[in-house]
């Protein structure tokens, strides 16, 4: 299985709505990512998972909570979003070892959030 | 801070090549990736250098230039599936792991 899951793949939310997203891989990378991508725009990285454990959190705001609940499975928490916060939120995965060759991340296909 | 630059578009023949640049600013540097990415889809990994010089893989090619701050995806006989977004991708001094993604450049391959 060399492929990155994301459910759901469209999501319409209003700004009161606690909704989550859900990445899943089976790989064996022991890194996960994820990352906000707005139109016509490059990735932007919001967090990073290593081994299970939060290494990176790229100052984003407290509305958005990632969570890792074993090596296979990353979610991101949603609370209170602004319109804003609308955007294709990409989950990905690595090796993420010192020292392993960099063969790139696996990127899943996206959820694309609208908040309304 | 970080910057990478890529022209915003470029478009080509079918069947030509066409070079993509890449100009980078970071505060440290482990190597430089290429993704593709077609228009509602996920980035997609091509290729990876993390010395000097160019890495060939099939009509794919990438190459580095750690000293100028400098590196370029060459696709060789444009297929009208080449169409895409590419982007230059960093990995830096945050960390192993961080990568930061170029502006991207939009490749409209023509017949």
């Known amino acids: 299985d060399t492929e990155v899951t994301q459910t759901p793949k469209h999501l319409v939310m209003g700004m009161t709505n606690k909704k989550s997203l859900k990445c899943e891989q089976h790989?064996?990378?022991?890194?996960m990512y994820w990352y906000k991508q707005k139109a016509k725009k490059p990735p932007e990285l919001m967090f990073v998972?290593?081994?299970?454990?939060?290494?990176i959190n790229e100052s984003v705001p407290s509305r958005f909570s990632p969570e890792c609940p074993n090596s296979s499975l990353l979610n991101l928490h949603l609370h209170a979003l602004q319109p804003e916060d609308s955007a294709l939120y990409l989950c990905a995965s690595s090796q993420g070892r010192q020292g392993v060759p960099n063969y790139g991340y696996t990127f899943g296909s996206g959820t694309r959030l609208t908040v309304v | 801070g970080q910057s990478l630059e890529q022209p915003s578009e470029v478009t080509a023949v079918e069947g030509a090549i066409v070079q993509i640049n890449c100009t980078y600013q970071t505060s440290g540097f482990y190597g430089l990736s290429w993704y593709q990415q077609h228009d509602g889809g996920a980035p997609t990994f091509l290729s990876y250098?993390?010395?000097?010089g160019l890495e060939e893989t099939g009509r794919f090619s990438s190459f580095l230039s750690r000293s100028d701050s400098y590196g370029y995806l060459l696709l060789q006989e444009l297929q009208m599936k080449d169409s895409a977004s590419y982007f230059c991708?960093?990995?830096?001094?945050?960390?192993?792991?961080?990568?930061?993604f170029g502006t991207g450049t939009k490749l409209q391959v023509i017949p």
């Open positions: 790989m064996g990378h022991r890194a």
């Open positions: 998972y290593s081994y299970e454990k939060l290494s």
């Open positions: 250098n993390a010395l000097d």
């Open positions: 991708a960093v990995r830096n001094s945050g960390g192993y792991q961080k990568v930061t």
